[in-house]
Every structure is written in structure tokens, then in C-alpha cells.
């Protein structure tokens, strides 16, 4: 059997601890292409290139006349 804890943790104590646990933010490459920060071996969501190479297709803006 698990032993139980003898006395409640405070609010301030555990979001003391949950305050320690933090996403690390993703290693970011920049595109060879069009220079901005994309994640690595993904296309660019900027150009549409990977590894210098045209991908996909540019994403054209659609604005109302």
C-alpha cells in the first residue's frame, strides 16, 4: 500500500515547484531562402523551400476589391 501524505501542501508551494517545470523553446533554423526562423527540416511557412529547394506553393493573399 502507497503511504499518504501527512499534511496538505500549501497553494503556494506547489505552484512554486510547478513554476520550475517550463517549456524549453524549439531550436529555430533560418531559411536559406527568404532569411526568416522556421523549425528545422520542415518547409519554410514563409517561402515554401526546403533545403533550397521550391516545395510547396507561395501563399498568395486574397484581399476585396
Given amino acids: ?3 499518504e501524505p501527512k499534511r496538505r501542501h500549501s497553494k503556494a508551494r506547489k505552484r512554486v515547484r510547478r513554476a520550475a ?7 529555430l533554423v533560418t531559411c536559406k531562402n527568404c ?10 511557412g514563409n517561402c515554401g ?3 533550397g529547394k521550391a516545395v510547396s506553393k507561395e501563399r498568395v ?5
Avoid at 517545470?21 to 531550436?27: E, G, S, T
Avoid at 532569411?35 to 519554410?44: A, D, E, M, Q, R
Fill in 21 to 27: 517545470i517550463k517549456q524549453a523553446l524549439p531550436p
Fill in 49 to 51: 523551400f526546403y533545403q
Fill in 35 to 44: 532569411g526568416k526562423l522556421t523549425l528545422p527540416h520542415i518547409v519554410c
Fill in 61 to 65: 493573399k486574397v484581399t476585396k476589391a
Fill in 1 to 3: 500500500m502507497a503511504g
